[in-house]
């Protein structure tokens, strides 16, 4: 068996544009721009019904995950009846809290990226815990079903918890890790599907990610 796991991060939300405050309006509730659904429907262009049809797919509940994943499924010509969607709250946003997020950068700093426990939320270390516990859900599923396609709708620290967790990196390649735009596709598969895969872990590498810019 190949396996192909594609994995997606929502599209532009109002949030991301300023349009409305998480911590204000909860931030399950945060919908997507025009831009996010146009984002949303180009990404189900490029992954196409063959990829999709027969796929595995998971989305976090959050309401612009579900947009995206109803764009992207739209992009490919499909209808949500035709395919097999499994939305887990595992695969949500990591929780940042109702205090200033920007107030608790200097604290982030000392004590570590992954480690920092926003105040009333998690930890990117918690998160990787939650998305530890889907990948094992998920990899029972994939061997039952026999599927060799993959496709998961959820948010960028997630996204960059599953991938440090599937190809066992450090947790200092974890804090080099930029976040994935809003609708970028990552891409984990067989090293030699990939090409130019930037981490590789025994078997399997990682394609759209990038490393954060070195600081000043």
Same mark, same amino acid.
């Given at each position: 068996?190949?396996?192909?796991? $594609?994995?997606?991060?929502?599209?532009?939300?109002?949030?991301?544009?300023?349009? #409305?405050?998480? $911590?204000?309006?909860? /931030?399950?509730?945060?919908?997507?721009?025009? !831009?996010?659904?146009?984002?949303?429907?180009?990404?189900?262009?490029?992954?196409?019904?063959?990829?999709?049809?027969?796929?595995?797919?998971?989305?976090?509940?959050?309401?612009?995950?579900?947009?995206?994943?109803?764009?992207?499924?739209?992009?490919?010509?499909?209808?949500? $009846?035709?395919?097999?969607?499994?939305?887990?709250?595992?695969?949500?946003?990591?929780?940042?809290?109702?205090?200033?997020?920007?107030?608790?950068?200097?604290?982030?700093?000392?004590?570590?990226?992954?480690?920092? !426990?926003?105040?009333?939320?998690?930890?990117?270390?918690?998160?990787?815990?939650?998305?530890?516990?889907?990948?094992?859900?998920?990899?029972?599923? #994939?061997?039952?079903?026999?599927?060799?396609?993959?496709?998961?709708?959820?948010?960028?620290?997630?996204?960059?918890?599953?991938?440090?967790?599937?190809?066992?990196?450090? #947790?200092?390649?974890?804090?080099?890790?930029?976040?994935?735009?809003?609708? /970028?596709?990552?891409?984990?598969?067989?090293?030699?599907?990939?090409?130019?895969?930037?981490?590789?872990?025994?078997?399997?590498?990682?394609?759209?990610?990038? !490393?954060?810019?070195?600081?000043?």
């Amino acid at each position: 068996m190949s396996l192909t796991i $594609k994995l997606v991060r929502h599209g532009e939300s109002l949030a991301n544009v300023g349009h #409305v405050v998480s $911590k204000d309006v909860g /931030d399950h509730t945060i919908g997507l721009t025009e !831009r996010g659904h146009q984002q949303a429907r180009a990404v189900g262009a490029s992954l196409g019904r063959g990829y999709l049809q027969d796929a595995l797919i998971y989305t976090s509940p959050y309401t612009r995950t579900r947009l995206t994943l109803q764009g992207i499924l739209s992009g490919a010509g499909l209808e949500s $009846k035709e395919v097999r969607i499994f939305e887990d709250p595992r695969l949500r946003e990591v929780e940042h809290g109702y205090a200033e997020y920007e107030a608790q950068e200097a604290r982030r700093r000392t004590h570590g990226w992954f480690y920092y !426990r926003f105040e009333g939320g998690e930890s990117p270390a918690d998160c990787f815990d939650r998305t530890s516990s889907f990948l094992e859900t998920m990899m029972r599923q #994939v061997e039952r079903k026999a599927a060799e396609h993959v496709l998961i709708v959820t948010h960028g620290l997630t996204i960059r918890c599953f991938a440090m967790r599937y190809l066992h990196l450090p #947790v200092e390649e974890f804090d080099d890790l930029a976040n994935p735009g809003n609708c /970028d596709v990552i891409t984990i598969a067989r090293k030699e599907t990939l090409t130019s895969p930037g981490w590789v872990t025994g078997r399997w590498g990682v394609t759209g990610l990038s !490393r954060r810019p070195p600081e000043p």
